[in-house]
Nanobody
Framework: VQLQASGGGLVQAGGSLRLSCAAS????????MGWFRQAPGKERLFVAT????????FYANSVKGRFTISRDNAKNTVYPRMNSLKPEDTAIYYC??????????????????WGQGTLVTVSS
């Protein structure tokens, strides 16, 4: 599956953004989907993940209560809605797909397909 992330940009602290991850090549219904982020000079970190079919979601503690991940299998797209953004949320955001699985996973190594990333910059 090929993934294309979009929706990043510059936003003031406290603002909101909705990213999108459009998939092609295969239907995302067969995939656990996830979002990760990488700040300059730092490792790639888990943000959120959603299971294939039963809608189970996991979030990093740093975004819990502010971010919401959803998927539209008919549109082959995954969306994280990000509210109450903070300067520390500044990073390149990557969507990722893991074939199969019942429960969602937070492990970056479990995801075999990655999008190119979209930059989110939060100004203070």
């Amino acid at each position: 599956v090929q993934l294309q992330a979009s929706g990043g940009g510059l936003v003031q602290a406290g603002g909101s953004l909705r990213l999108s991850c459009a998939a092609s090549g295969r239907t995302i219904g067969s995939y656990t989907m996830g979002w990760f982020r990488q700040a300059p000079g730092k490792e790639r970190l888990f943000v959120a993940t959603i299971s294939r079919t039963n809608g189970i979601e996991f979030y990093a503690n740093s975004v819990k209560g502010r971010f919401t991940i959803s998927r539209d299998n008919a549109k082959n797209t995954v969306y994280p809605r990000m509210n109450s953004l903070k300067p520390e949320d500044t990073a390149i955001y990557y969507c990722a797909a893991r074939f199969g699985g019942i429960m969602p996973t937070m492990d970056v190594g479990d995801f075999g397909s990655w999008g190119q990333g979209t930059l989110v910059t939060v100004s203070s």
